[in-house]
Structures are given as structure tokens and as C-alpha cells.
């Protein structure tokens, strides 16, 4: 390492006893950053929901939030968790330009610099505990599970499994939007992981809070990622936009966020604790997660974003469009070199 080692705290140096010294910190950091973050980016994106009932006092242009050309709430078609894409892009950044939401965005710039100041001190504890207690570790690693890409993609596909036996089109909908909600926050998480280049506690090497290297090489990106992928969290961004997703499209499940917030705090101490993410990654991972998650799916009850009239048809649906292309398909047995088969055709 090049920097002193006066400058940071490295897993040797922080006796157990610091470690307790350090966990109200460290717990108090954790409840205000994530619970504040996901109050301030709900806020900004829930103030301006109008009711259905409310519509014929107010102009739907006072909604910007849910304004999309989009129906949340028809039956998605097919391919619309790729098509929309775009769109809910484009919805993200016009929403996050406008003057009203500066001050989130000027509280989530400062507690980010905040926390970077504190990182390496706030880590190092962590991690030494999960090297040395092998219950912490296991459930560290339980709850960083939940932030794997493979758990959401799972819920869309229950939710979709689901609404096909029971023909229940709310949980069809909840699966495209689980699938959408992750691509496009993703992206974005992305975007900025390849723009930042912020080092991983677990390859610190000038600099205790990790190096941020600009617009790194992205042959370099691709051989070493966790040199560079740290900031902002992926895990933590689409967890929380799932859950967003799924508590929105079920308002009468009132369990459904708190066990959901529950479980993204543990993904978020399991994250820094595989010294995987700094606590500063997190309060843009939080803003992005539940900033798309309001966005691709508004409260049914409540968007108002395209009129009563226009709606989706359902030969536009994933439903009816599985059905159809079932109808278009025949089977036949079929003789090959050998052995016999099955031959399969479908009609376009």
C-alpha cells in the first residue's frame, strides 16, 4: 500500500473491543441513512399522486411522477418490460432535473461525502466480525442472497407462474414490472459503476475509502470489476426497487415493507461486512431503487397517468399472447436415422 497506514484501519489493528465501541455508530448511521433515504426518495416520488376521484379537479399535468404515456396498471404486454425501457429512462431523468427534487438530491450528495469521510472505520470492524464470528458470516451471507439478481428475477417468475394458474392479471403485472424495475434501475446503476470506478473495501490500495478512478479503462473494468464497481450498490438498489414494486401493487399487504425493510438492512450490513460495498454506496443505491420503483408502478388505485378510456387490449397481453402462440403450434411424431422424434412447428 501506498498511503500511510496511520490513515486507515485495516482488519488487524481494530481489537474486539472496538468493535462494540463502534457498533451504536455504526447502527445509528445504518437506521438514519436507510430509513431517511428511502423517506426522502418516497417523498419525492409520492407527493404528487393524485387519486382517481381527484381527476376532475385537478389537471393530470400536476402529476409528474406517474405523467408517462405508459398504463401501469393495464395487463403488460409481452416484451413490455424491454420496450418500456426507454421510456422509463427517460421518465427518471425528466423527474430528477426538476427544482423541487434539489433538496433530495442535495441530501443525498451530502450524506454520500459524509459517509466517505467515516468509511474505512466504519468497515474495518465489520469485517474482522465476519472473518471471526461464523454466525454473523452466515447470516451475512443469507441476506446479501437477497440482493442477488437471481432472488428478484425468481419472485417475477413465482409471480408470473402464479398469475397464469390463477389468471390473477395484478400478479402478472407485478412480475413484468419486477423484471422492468430491475433492468432499469440496473442500468443506470451501471452507467455510473463504469463513470465512477470506485474501488471495494476488499481491494483497497492508495486510498482508505477506496481510489475513485474516473471513467476507468473498461478493458481493465471487465479483468479486475472490484476495483471499480463499488459505487453505487447494485444488490441494494434492486432489492429495494422489488420491493417498491411488489408493496405497490399490493397496498393491502401492510407486512409487506416492513419484513421487506428488514431484510434489505441485513443485505446492506452482509454487503460491508464481505467487504463488498462501503456504507457511502448506499444512499444513491436506496434514491435509484425506490425512485424506479415508484415510477414503473404507481399505486394502482392512484395512477392517473393516462385516461380511464385508454387501456391495453388483452390480445396485447403476455396472457393472450402465450395462448395464441400455443394455438399456432402443432406437434407431429417424426422418423429420424435411428430412432423416431417429435417434430415441432409453429405458424407465424
Known amino acids: 500500500m501506498n498511503f500511510a497506514q496511520d490513515d486507515m484501519i485495516t482488519l488487524s ?123 454473523f458470516q452466515t447470516a451475512s451471507d443469507l441476506f446479501v442472497d437477497v440482493g442477488d439478481g437471481r432472488f428478484q428475477f425468481g419472485l417475477s417468475a413465482v409471480y408470473l407462474g402464479y398469475g397464469f394458474i390463477a389468471g390473477d392479471k395484478r400478479a402478472i403485472r407485478t412480475a413484468s414490472q419486477i423484471t422492468e424495475v430491475i433492468l432499469a434501475s440496473g442500468g443506470v446503476v451501471q452507467l455510473l459503476k463504469h463513470v465512477t470506478g470506485r474501488e471495494s473495501p476488499i481491494d483497497i490500495t492508495t486510498n482508505p475509502t477506496g481510489r475513485w478512478d474516473w471513467f476507468p479503462n473498461q478493458i481493465q473494468y471487465l479483468d479486475h470489476t472490484s476495483h471499480y464497481d463499488a459505487f453505487p450498490s447494485g444488490h441494494l438498489a434492486t432489492a429495494l426497487a422489488t420491493l417498491t414494486v411488489i408493496a405497490n401493487n399490493y397496498p393491502e399487504q401492510k407486512w409487506i415493507n416492513p419484513v421487506g425493510y428488514v431484510l434489505c438492512a441485513g443485505l446492506s450490513v452482509g454487503l460491508v461486512a464481505q467487504s463488498v460495498h462501503w456504507w457511502s454506496d448506499y444512499p444513491l443505491a436506496i434514491a435509484l431503487g425506490v425512485g424506479f420503483g415508484n415510477l414503473l408502478s404507481p399505486n394502482p388505485d392512484g395512477d392517473v397517468s393516462v385516461p380511464e378510456t385508454s387501456k391495453k387490449k388483452d390480445v396485447g397481453s403476455i396472457e393472450s399472447g402465450i395462448t395464441n402462440l400455443l394455438a399456432q403450434t402443432t406437434f407431429a411424431p417424426t422418423a429420424v436415422p435411428g430412432g423416431g422424434g417429435l417434430l415441432m412447428s409453429v405458424r407465424f
Open 13 to 135: 489493528e481494530v481489537p474486539l473491543i472496538d468493535f462494540f465501541r463502534l457498533q451504536q455508530k455504526f447502527f445509528l448511521v445504518l437506521l438514519v441513512f436507510f430509513f431517511g433515504g428511502i423517506s426522502v426518495s418516497a417523498r419525492g416520488q409520492s407527493t404528487d399522486r393524485v387519486t382517481v376521484s381527484d381527476t376532475t379537479r385537478e389537471d393530470s399535468t400536476s402529476s409528474p411522477s406517474t405523467k408517462s404515456s405508459i398504463d401501469r396498471r393495464a395487463v403488460p404486454g409481452v416484451l413490455d418490460f424491454i420496450t418500456n425501457l426507454p421510456m422509463d429512462w427517460r421518465d427518471w431523468a425528466v423527474d430528477n432535473i426538476q427544482l423541487r427534487y434539489w433538496p433530495q438530491i442535495s441530501l443525498i450528495a451530502v450524506s454520500t461525502a459524509a459517509m466517505i469521510v467515516y468509511d474505512n472505520q466504519l468497515w474495518a470492524p465489520i469485517a474482522k466480525e465476519y472473518n471471526r464470528n461464523s454466525t
